[in-house]
């Protein structure tokens, strides 16, 4: 792989693997082109190549002639959850400090509902606790301690170890995981385990297997939680290595020199021959967002809600005063609880191909989905069960002839057909009127996942602005926007989480817990002292520079920010708060450190809790490294005029609930509006991957940076954003 020269990289390549599409955006010459291809479950190397192969058609270029001038390509994926659902990972050992090796199933008292929906939370009385990733038989104990602030307690008992080793290799495993307590404090004993490891199955050894450090992982407290991703990293590693080792070997036996990174669910990209499996984890939600974020910022939008809907999915997450900084604070990846920093995003079952059921008197949309392979029923590959897709189809959204670009024709009688059987006989009612309700239930579980994160935050809605994307993004989202009054859609929409890997920086996150008094109790006296907190500071920035130089990155084009874990005594919320400072040099230093906590703090949780006499306390520093990439600015074109009626193709019968009928529709092509152009609803606008819905209440225009733009045709009055405002404060 060749050396990263991000200034001079201006051609790239961003590829997004969904559950049913593979998204590809290619950056070329200082244009863009999207591609989309049906994902291959069997081999995602394969849909990841025919993605690739449209784009370079839309260049003029084979792969072969495209691939050698390409300098980078970023790559976010599904593959690490879906080694994780099939269970297919290496028998995994486990190595930890005797009398600790039940931690993994004993686990949070939450771990009954990690990772579980909301409807089976609530049924809490049938839950049990997944099945663990390593079997008990395989989990042994090793003599040693060390104890809080990383002094040796019990000495490591190195003929322990070898004999626990051999009992593990004996008993089949393939992997080893190492972690002791207390380790991210001082690995000097996990460290020495691996060199005994390595001295009893050397690289040359049948034998030789990895062994993976939770000190190295994640040098974090939380025993189960640092330990379990240690476990996820060890038990995803080979899969992945040999899944995206094939995508590599092929991409150098066509000629591609460039680098290659993965994205970060920590919100940027790194190489992806160092990146462990447990940061890939929503990568593809994570670039979406930092999309969203990064063109807010170029549209002046401040507030702005990310909605993805994909084939299997809809994922949203926010930005909130122009900032993204937003993460889990109980991170988990399937059902185990990590200790990762990971952005926020919420996903549910929700998408193009969520298939319908009825239950008794009871209609159904999602989790489960049909995915790419059969699909939906409309596909006429096999599916049999109605999805979401089928009734777009039906109620006449969805052009059969046109839909992938008139590369994926679908059948309307196949779609009627399983509507009719599935949902509207059980049900009682007409075809379509099954059609829209199975569109309504799936638009009112999204507006649901909207709400939760704005109106239930106490934020108004009134203030956002969604970006809708995702190939049924545009499709939907005059559905699920609810209460906020604006949607905007980008040429990109169908491919925009690939679009956001496009703008997103290098990023490296370094992590080091530390428990420190920052402020005293009762005094309420700052006495953090500075020499621990640099140097704590100081090794992480070391290690970082390090790590870069190692990458082929410019060490002096780095920028290096501060956050700090932090919360008051006697509280268990812990905010985490971007220090104004890398370093403290004086008693102002520390004033300006904590009030920005103080400030984030009161914004996050409410001033009413600050509690200064409980006094303050630092537990974690979470270093962020960040390496400028090329980005090109948006385009701003002159305005020609509302009327849209050059880029009019047709009309077709379409349903509208709204009026509860079917009307002869105006139907346009995307690609032929033009910016100030205006379109009253109800109309249809077809684009290559996707079709754009605007109902009979709302209007759709184009502005000066060639974004759509959904809007009511009358606003809402001043006591409908009145009378919301006093219900959120409710």
């Known amino acids: 792989m060749t050396s990263l020269t991000i200034r001079d990289a201006v051609d790239s390549i961003d590829i997004d693997i969904g559950g049913t599409f593979t998204d590809l955006v290619l950056t070329f010459n200082g244009e863009r082109h999207i591609a989309k291809c049906p994902t291959t479950p069997h081999d995602l190397s394969v849909g990841f190549l025919n993605a690739i192969e449209a784009a370079g058609e839309k260049v003029g270029l084979t792969t072969e002639e495209l691939l050698p001038k390409i300098d980078i390509m970023r790559y976010s994926t599904t593959v690490a959850l879906n080694r994780l659902l099939q269970r297919k990972g290496p028998r995994i050992g486990l190595l930890t400090t005797e009398g600790h090796e039940d931690v993994i199933l004993i686990g949070r008292g939450a771990q009954w509902t990690d990772g579980k929906r909301v409807t089976e939370r609530r049924n809490i009385a049938i839950q049990t606790k997944p099945l663990p990733l390593v079997d008990r038989s395989l989990t042994l104990g090793v003599r040693e301690r060390i104890d809080s602030a990383g002094q040796i307690v019990r000495p490591l008992d190195e003929e322990d170890v070898r004999q626990k080793l051999r009992t593990l290799m004996e008993r089949g495993a393939r992997a080893i995981v190492v972690s002791l307590l207390w380790s991210f ?83 940027g990209s790194a190489d992806i021959f160092k990146t462990p499996a447990s940061r890939t984890f929503n990568g593809g939600p994570v670039a979406g967002l930092m999309g969203a974020a990064y063109f807010a910022e170029r549209l002046g939008y401040r507030n702005v809600v990310a909605a993805d809907v994909g084939g299997t999915s809809f994922d949203v997450a926010l930005v909130v005063e122009s900032s993204v900084r937003n993460y889990n604070f109980r991170p988990v990846i399937d059902t185990w609880m990590v200790n990762v920093t990971m952005m926020e995003t919420i996903s549910i079952g929700a998408g193009g191909g969520s298939i319908a059921k009825v239950d008794g008197s009871r209609l159904s949309v999602g989790p489960e989905s049909a995915g790419s392979m059969p699909g939906p029923v409309c596909y006429d590959l096999g599916g049999t069960e109605p999805t979401v897709t089928d009734a777009d189809v039906v109620l006449g959204y969805i052009n059969p002839d046109g839909y992938f670009g008139g ?73 699920f926007r609810g209460d906020v009054p604006k949607a905007v859609v980008f040429p990109a929409a169908p491919v925009f989480c690939a679009m956001g890997s496009s703008i997103m920086d290098i990023v490296h996150m370094y992590e080091q817990s530390q428990r420190m008094v920052f402020m005293q109790p009762m005094s309420e006296k700052l006495v953090i002292a500075p020499a621990q907190f640099n140097a704590v500071v100081d090794v992480l920035i070391d290690k970082a520079q390090r790590e870069l130089q190692s990458e082929g990155l410019a060490v002096e084009d780095a920028q290096y920010t501060l956050e700090l874990d932090m919360l008051y005594g006697g509280q268990v919320n812990v905010k985490r708060a971007a220090s104004p400072l890398l370093h403290i040099r004086s008693d102002a230093d520390a004033q ?81 509006l033009q910016p100030g152009n205006e379109i009253m609803g109800p109309a249809i606008i077809e684009a290559e991957f996707t079709t754009i819905v605007v109902p009979p209440t709302d209007k759709f225009g184009i502005e000066k940076h060639g974004l759509g733009v959904l809007e009511p045709i009358t606003p809402p009055t001043r006591r409908k954003r009145v009378m919301s405002r006093i219900a959120v404060a409710a």
């Open 185 to 267: 404090a001082n690995p000097i004993h996990e460290q020495r385990v691996r060199e005994i490891i390595r001295e009893e199955y050397k690289e040359y050894h049948i034998g030789f297997l990895p062994v993976v450090l939770s000190s190295a992982v994640v040098s974090k407290s939380g025993e189960y939680e640092r330990t379990m991703t240690a476990v996820l990293d060890a038990y995803l590693q080979r899969s992945m290595q040999n899944d995206i080792g094939a995508t590599w070997d092929k991409l150098r036996e066509s000629g591609y020199r460039g680098a290659f990174l993965m994205i970060h669910n920590s919100g």
């Open 407 to 479: 590369r994926m024709p679908l059948s309307r009688a196949k779609a009627e057909k399983a509507i009719r059987e599935k949902v509207a006989a059980p049900l009682g009612v007409e075809v379509v009127e099954a059609a829209a309700l199975i569109r309504h239930v799936v638009d009112e579980n999204m507006t649901s996942a909207i709400k939760r994160q704005v109106q239930m935050r106490g934020y108004h809605p009134e203030d956002f602005v969604v970006f809708a994307f995702g190939g049924a993004g545009p499709t939907h989202m005059t559905g």
């Open 592 to 672: 300006a450190i904590y009030d920005a906590f103080e400030k984030e703090f009161s914004e996050a949780f409410s001033p009413l809790v600050v509690n200064k006499p409980g006094g303050v306390f630092l537990d974690n520093f979470v270093l962020r490294v960040t390496v400028p990439t090329w980005n090109p600015e948006l385009p701003v074109h002159q305005l020609q005029g509302v009327d849209a009626s050059a880029a009019r193709i047709g009309e077709r019968k379409a349903y509208w609930p709204q009026t509860k009928q079917w009307v002869q529709t105006p139907v346009y092509q995307w690609e032929q």
